[in-house]
């Protein structure tokens, strides 16, 4: 028998050049298509290992999913960043590399982090996707999240429409 272990943890030094790779492998997976290819590149580009580092450095809520000593998705979150809307918290990303989606660990990953956010007093919590990414939009509707806002966001010359949906 083979036995595969899979934890969620929380991200720790020596996780980052694991955490860059499937934020590329993800980003390039969800957004091809959606962002501009250049603009994309560049967005992917910011955020490699050292980013990922310095995130763990500085104590960011950053949780892995660790499917057998390789880090197949993570999730960061923490207070809400647009005090107007009426939720404590937010999840700011959560991404798997593609070949561990459609599985149920992204809801996994979404269940740890809202109780964490819980953990710590955000008991309500928002989460923004492209509204062009219907996989995503899918994904936080089953999930039992509300359309709450509506936003443009700028990637170069072109305009995308984002989505909140609300978790309370």
Do not use: C
Not at 83 to 94: C, Q
Not at 104 to 130: C, N, P, T, V
Not at 132 to 148: E, H, P
Request: a positive charge.
């Amino acid at each position: 028998m083979v036995e595969t272990l899979v934890t969620i943890r929380t991200a720790r030094p020596g996780d980052e050049a694991k955490i860059a790779d499937v934020h590329d492998a993800a980003w390039r997976d969800a957004y091809r298509g959606i962002i501009p290819g250049r603009e994309l590149e560049r967005m992917i580009a910011r955020r490699g290992p050292v980013w990922w580092r310095n995130a763990i450095a500085r104590g960011s809520r950053l949780l892995v999913l660790d499917f057998n000593d390789r880090i197949a998705g993570y999730a960061s979150y923490g207070r809400n960043r647009v005090p107007a809307l009426a939720y404590g918290g937010e999840i700011f990303e959560l991404y798997l590399a593609p070949e561990f989606q459609g599985v149920g660990f992204g809801r996994r990953m979404f269940e740890a982090a809202q109780k964490d956010l819980a953990d710590h007093g955000y008991r309500s919590f928002l989460i923004w996707a492209l509204a062009d990414n219907t996989r995503a939009i899918g994904f936080y509707s089953r999930l039992g999240g509300r359309i709450i806002r509506r936003a443009p966001e700028k990637f170069g010359e072109e305009t995308r429409e984002r989505v909140a949906f609300g978790f309370d």
